[in-house]
């Protein structure tokens, strides 16, 4: 994604269940890399279910954990023991996450403001 369409989102508010965070990642997915990937039936407000269908779900066969993100990368962060939000990682600026958060929308932000937000690890997930 360029800085441009990037802009174009930053701000947009999180609804839940319309504008979340896999919502937004299916969207630019699908708009920016061709990537078809599936909704998600999950409430976002429930943790325990988020959590849960981000380690079983059958779309997570269609990714590999990399230690070197590309554009366009999954990015699962954590502010407990479990991933329980997934946002993008673009090339701008030496490599930001892209992500749409409850109380924030979407925001871009480098890992070292992403973990001053409380987000701890981060795997990055490339499409096979």
């Not at 701000?11 to 990537?35: I, K, L, N």
Request: aromatic content about 12%; proline content about 4%; glycine content about 8%.
């Amino acid at each position: 994604m360029t800085p441009a369409q990037i802009t174009e989102y930053i701000g947009m508010p999180w609804v839940s269940g319309e504008w979340d965070c896999w919502a937004f990642f299916r969207h630019c997915q699908a708009t920016y890399y061709g990537r078809d990937v599936p909704a998600v039936d999950v409430d976002a407000l429930d943790l325990r279910q988020v959590i849960t269908t981000m380690e079983t779900h059958d779309e997570r066969s269609n990714w590999f954990e990399v230690t070197d993100p590309k554009d366009g990368d999954a990015v699962l962060m954590q502010r407990n023991r479990y991933p329980s939000h997934i946002g993008m990682w673009v090339n701008v600026d030496g490599g930001k996450v892209l992500h749409c958060a409850q109380g924030m929308g979407v925001v871009c932000q480098t890992r070292q403001a992403l973990a001053l937000d409380g987000w701890g690890l981060m795997t990055f997930w490339h499409h096979r």
